[in-house]
């Protein structure tokens, strides 16, 4: 998850591109961790709180996810 992280700042800052893949890469990390423990692991990762607009993107991809099962 670490990777994917940094992978999502970079791409933020340089290539948009492949933003939406790391989303969605995420958005399967959370569905398979589960709420809590992602919260955790993003705390530990980036030293804050998946919150805002970020939570939410990731959040809506991973119920994307949902209706594609």
Known sequence: MKSYLQALH?????????FNLVIKDLARILKQLGENQFDRIWREVTCGDCAGEVREVIWGARD????ED
């Not at 994307?64 to 209706?67: G, N, S």
Request: charged fraction near 30%.
């Open 64 to 67: 994307k996810l949902d209706t």
């Open 10 to 18: 970079i791409d933020w800052q340089h290539s948009k591109q492949w």
